[in-house]
């Protein structure tokens, strides 16, 4: 089974501008989680989607925004770039085992660059 | 609000057993994970353990919870120097999102 796949990897984007990162899911996983990882603040939740709904979302801007299709892969979206958003963007998708446990598996994550 | 924290670095001798800590707020959490990142990667499930639960042991790794101090660990025995990396443990409490540790550095030297 393929892993969870992100696109682009690498990004270098200019202040105020904006951006849209990818992410594949793990077939036959509905859920999908995105995460901003930056040395300062470490791993913060931004947003869950689940069959194309917003379940659950984290402490964000509204620049920040998210959305999935019906084949569950996700897109993320940064409008008006800042310094600050500079991070690796990881992704995670999930799957709830027989038990309820809810396993997330990571994909690479997109390294943004904002100059 | 939900808090995680860890110790932020940690160096053994290979062949040593290694044990990292970490510590929660959320007395509601229901399932805790250990993950593993290294350099210019993602990261990697290690394993995890259901709230009720004592003890988990998983090959060479071996979490211990005590939830009435809240306090979760990892063991890994017989450390290698493949097993250097960032370990973030992780807690899924009553609002179902994932709050993550701030990360402990296992650095393993020969």
């Known amino acids: 089974k393929a892993g969870v796949t992100q696109t682009p990897r690498y990004l270098i984007k200019t202040r105020g501008q904006q951006v849209t990162l990818s992410c594949s899911p793990i077939s036959g996983h509905r859920s999908v989680s995105w995460y901003q990882q930056t040395p300062g603040q470490g791993l913060q939740f931004l947003f869950e989607?689940?069959?194309?709904?917003?379940?659950n979302k984290g402490n964000f801007p509204g620049r920040f925004s998210g959305r999935q299709f019906s084949n569950s892969r996700s897109e993320m979206n940064v409008s008006t770039l800042e310094l600050g958003d500079s991070a690796l963007y990881l992704c995670?998708?999930?799957?709830?085992?027989?038990?309820?446990?809810?396993?997330?598996?990571f994909g690479p994550g997109t390294r943004l660059l904002v100059l | 609000g939900e808090d995680v924290e860890q110790s932020l670095f940690l160096s053994v001798r290979e062949g040593d057993s290694s044990v990292i800590n970490c510590t929660y707020t959320d007395s509601s959490s229901t399932y805790l994970y250990w993950y593993k990142q290294e350099p210019g990667a993602g990261l990697q499930l290690l394993t995890y353990?259901?709230?009720?639960?004592d003890m988990k042991q998983d090959q060479r790794l071996t979490v211990l919870l005590n939830k009435k101090d809240k306090h979760l660990s990892l063991r890994i025995a017989d450390t290698q120097t493949g097993d250097s990396a960032i370990y973030f443990c992780a807690e899924r409490g009553n609002t179902d999102k994932l709050i993550f540790g701030t990360g402990t550095r296992l650095q393993v030297f020969p």
């Open positions: 353990i259901f709230s009720n639960m």
């Open positions: 995670a998708s999930s799957l709830v085992g027989l038990a309820g446990q809810e396993t997330q598996y």
């Open positions: 989607y689940f069959s194309e709904t917003q379940r």
